[in-house]
């Protein structure tokens, strides 16, 4: 009888780092990651995402999470693709690490987005997940460049980036709140660039879902 790893083996794909575990978020990780958001990610007087998804009532929060990240799952394909990976602690879903490219064959770009439950900000744990993404994307999905954002107020994510090697690339303004201008410092980190953590990420599961990321 098939699994379902069989069906959809993105399902097998983890990373492994000191303390933590990356994978795709399968449907039982969804009430803790609701869970993790809904314990507070940020100062409510401000808002760190490009879209303000945290300012939604709880009963619609919960509804639109799952619906986006069913909907970003179920869209992967080899020339555009998310991968919205649940960081689990001890077990427990504590955050998200996303990481996606569009046409990535010949780009060999990717982007990236993170967020951590507040309880489990300031202990080192966002440098380690970002790492082990960039781990994932250099080491053993080919990628030359790493980009990502952070609202430039946003001290704690910033300084996650340039810990790692990312380097400023731009400025963006654009609405977030209603009626509230964001500007947002571009990072940007190449593979050679990148600032290697003492341990190295164990990936399983890639060969399996190799396909459906990067068409081989």
């Known amino acids: 009888m098939l699994k379902l790893t069989d069906v959809w083996p993105l399902f097998d794909l983890e990373i492994r780092t000191p303390r933590l575990v990356l994978r795709q978020v399968r449907d039982e990780d969804l009430p803790g990651l ?3 958001a809904l314990a507070g990610i940020h100062d409510p007087d401000v808002m760190p995402f490009s879209t303000p998804w945290t300012d939604q009532p ?3 929060l919960m509804r639109e999470t799952a619906k986006h990240l069913w909907t ?3 869209g992967v394909t080899p020339a555009s693709w998310t991968l919205n990976l649940a960081i689990l602690l001890d ?4 955050g998200l690490q996303d990481v996606g490219a569009r ?3 010949v780009t060999r770009s990717v982007g990236s987005g993170s967020w951590l439950t507040q309880s489990q900000q300031g202990k080192g744990l966002g440098v380690e997940m970002r790492a082990g993404m960039l781990q994932f994307a250099f ?3 080919g990628a030359h460049v790493a980009v990502s954002d952070a609202a430039v107020w946003n001290g704690a994510s910033l300084g996650v980036s340039r810990r790692l090697g990312y380097r400023d690339n731009g400025v963006l303004r654009f609405v977030g709140r209603p009626g509230e201008l964001v ?3 571009g990072l940007r980190v190449t593979r050679d660039e990148f600032v290697r953590p003492e341990w190295t990420a164990t990936v399983t599961g890639l060969e399996a879902a190799r396909p459906m990321l990067l068409g081989e």
Not at 91 to 94: A, D, Y
Request: charged share 30%.
């Open 34 to 36: 609701v869970d993790a």
């Open 58 to 60: 709880r009963d619609q």
């Open 72 to 74: 970003q799952r179920a």
């Open 91 to 94: 077990g427990v879903p504590i």
């Open 103 to 105: 046409d990535f064959a």
């Open 139 to 141: 080491d053993h999905l």
């Open 183 to 185: 500007e947002s410092q």
